[in-house]
C-alpha cells in the first residue's frame, strides 16, 4: 500500500511530493482497480492545481477584505481577525483518510454492511476547505456594563454576522452552498439555515465549536470555506481542550472503530485507517522536507505548507474604544 508517509524523508519540496505521491497513487488504483484511491489521487491533483496556479488568491482575499472593512465599519467596537490558509499537505491527508473510516464505521454500525464505492467517492467529494478563511470576533470587557454576559452578547454579534455573510459574498461572485447536514441551526436566519454547519448549537466530541459555511468562487472556479467563531471558541481550538485533549480521544476512538470493523472486511477501511495512523505516528523531527523542520511535534518551523498550512492573509482590527460603553 502506498502512503503519504513513504514520501516525507528525501529533502523534496511539497510540490514534488504531490505529483509523486498522487501519480503513485493513481498508478496503483488503475493496477489494482481501487476507485477510492482514484478519487484520493484526483483530490491531491486539486491541492497541486492551487499551489501551482494561485494567482487568484490575490483578487479572492481583497473580496473578503471587503467584509472586513464592512465589519470594521458597522462594529468599531469590537476586535476582530481575519485569517485565510491554504489547507496543509499532512491535514488534507488526515481529513481524506479520516472521512473514508468514518463514513464506513457510521454506515457499518447503522445498517451491518458497507457503503458502495460511488457514496464513498461522494464523501471525498465533499472536502471544500482547501482554502479556508477564519473570522475570529471579541467584545472588549471595557465595554460590557454591569452584569451583561460576555458570551451572550458576543454570541449575538456572531450570528448577525453570519447572517449577513452569504448576501454580501454573493454579490462579490461566491456562490454558497448548501450543507447536506441533517440538522439545521436554529439561531441562524431561517433563509440561510441550509448553507451553515452550526458547532456552537452542536459542538463535536471534542467540544469544537464554530460556525462553518462553503462558497463557490465563480471567479476561480475553487471552493472556500468560512469560519465565524469568537476568541474563546478559537482558544479552545487553538490551544485548548479541542486541541490537546482530542488527540488522545481520537486514538480512543479510532481503535474502537478498529475492532469494530475486523481487518481484510473492508480493503477502502483498511487501508484509509492504516494511512491516518501512520500520520498520527509520525516523527516531525525525521522528516525532511524542503523549508520545514521541526524539534518535535510541538516546535515547528513550517515554512512550506506540510504540516500547519500556508497563510493568505491576515487581518486585524483592534476596538477603536477602551472605555466607552457601546
Known sequence: MITLNDYLYKGDTV??????????????????????????????????????????LTAQSQKIREFYKYMADRYPYLAFTFKGRIKSLIRLEEKINGNIVEFIYDYHCRTGGYPSEAEIKDRIGRIKDLIAYRIVISLPQCHLKSGENRQE?????????ADALPDFLEERGFKPEISGIDIYSKTIGE?????????????????????HISFFDNTSRSDIEVQIRTKEMDDNAEIGPANHLGYEKRQEEERARREAIPVGENIYFDDAFERGMLLQQLELNKVDVNMFGAVNNNLINDGCGLYRGRLILPYEHLSRFQNDLI
Open 191 to 211: 433563509r440561510y439555515r441550509q448553507y451553515y454547519r452550526d458547532y456552537i448549537e452542536n459542538p463535536n466530541f471534542f467540544g469544537y465549536k464554530s460556525l
Open 153 to 161: 452578547r458576543e454570541l449575538g454579534y456572531l450570528y448577525e454576522i
Open 15 to 56: 510540490v514534488k511530493i504531490l505529483h509523486c505521491y498522487s501519480q503513485d497513487l493513481k498508478n496503483s488504483a488503475i493496477e489494482n482497480d481501487n476507485g477510492i484511491d482514484l478519487a484520493h489521487s484526483n483530490c491531491l491533483l486539486m491541492m497541486i492545481d492551487l499551489l501551482e496556479h494561485n494567482d487568484f
